[in-house]
């Protein structure tokens, strides 16, 4: 079993990364920093000749070294405009395409992690819909949310313990792995 982190946010070192960290400090992962990544958008080519892949980027190699042998996979994004980081949403828009090639999405179990400054436990709750809805369609198991309240670069950091949406989410990935 193994587990990947994706952080969905344009900084590298911000409080979504820090959640990160926190949250699985002391269990085996891997991090992926989605902005280190060249994603293109999604091409639907369906009423085409074409192939629905899009080899010109780094997705491909993403899935297949990282996301493909992960068991459990942790999505991270900040709160933005009331959704999630325009890279998670490209990332899982690609997702089609590895669905469209038998990519075997089925089993692995996803998690997710949500910073924002304001109420973000009420105002993001359409980034955990657009994933457990994602997780459904994949037959992947959708495993929860992990919510936390930060705006300044060291919120998160700065935090005596973690909420505890994130010490349960982060229970259950200890459970899963065993």
Request: proline residues 5%.
């Amino acid at each position: 079993m193994s587990i990947l982190f994706i952080n969905g946010s344009p900084r590298r070192q911000g409080n979504t990364a820090t959640l990160g960290d926190r949250l699985l400090t002391d269990i085996p992962h891997t991090t992926r920093q989605l902005a280190d990544y060249r994603l293109n958008f999604e091409q639907d080519q369906r009423e085409t000749t074409q192939l629905q892949r899009d080899l010109t980027d780094e997705y491909e190699s993403l899935m297949s070294t990282y996301f493909a042998p992960a068991s459990d996979i942790v999505l991270g994004t900040p709160v933005y405009w009331y959704g999630m980081t325009g890279q998670l949403k490209v990332f899982m828009d690609r997702w089609f395409d590895s669905f469209s090639h038998d990519f075997p999405f089925a089993g692995k179990r996803i998690y997710l992690l949500v910073v924002g400054a304001d109420q973000p436990e009420i105002k993001a709750t359409g980034i955990t819909q657009a994933i457990h809805h994602s997780c459904d369609w994949l037959k992947m198991d959708f495993c929860g949310t992990g919510v936390v309240t930060a705006d300044g670069p060291q919120d998160v950091a700065n935090l005596a313990i973690l909420p505890p949406s994130c010490q349960a989410l982060r229970q259950q990935i200890q459970a899963n792995i065993k």
